[in-house]
């Protein structure tokens, strides 16, 4: 099970720290995503990480998003820094198998938190 939390209302150029706790599995031997869905959009990649801490990135996130993981807590996080009105999204966290970089990697899916950008 993944849980992820931390959204909430920021001004633009704001940050916040978004967490995925999980259960059930150990996120140091999954491929570990972030994803978003804007209102009226599709769900999109945002970043992935793989069990050795490798990391990638949707274009239009590159040097304002970092996805990092710590072992201990079993969580993932994605630090958003930097944030812009079109990052208003609902957020989720999922795990898979597979190339970390992938969208059709990741299967299990959390439930998500909403991030809303005021300008």
């Known amino acids: 099970q993944l849980q992820a939390s931390g959204g909430g209302l920021v001004q633009a150029r704001g940050s916040l720290r978004l967490s995925c706790a999980a259960s059930g599995i150990f996120v140091s031997r999954y491929s570990m995503g972030w994803f978003r869905q804007a209102p009226g959009k599709e769900r999109e990649f945002v970043a992935g990480?793989?069990?050795?801490?490798?990391?990638a990135y949707a274009d239009s996130v590159k040097g304002r998003f970092t996805i990092s993981r710590d072992n201990g807590k079993n969580t993932v996080y994605l630090q958003i820094n930097g944030l812009k009105p079109e990052d208003t999204a609902v957020y989720y966290c999922?795990?898979?198998?597979?190339?970390?970089?992938?969208?059709?990697?990741?299967?299990?899916w959390g439930q998500g938190t909403l991030v809303t950008v005021s300008s």
């Open positions: 990480i793989n069990w050795s801490g490798d990391t």
């Open positions: 999922a795990a898979g198998v597979g190339y970390y970089g992938s969208a059709s990697t990741y299967v299990d």
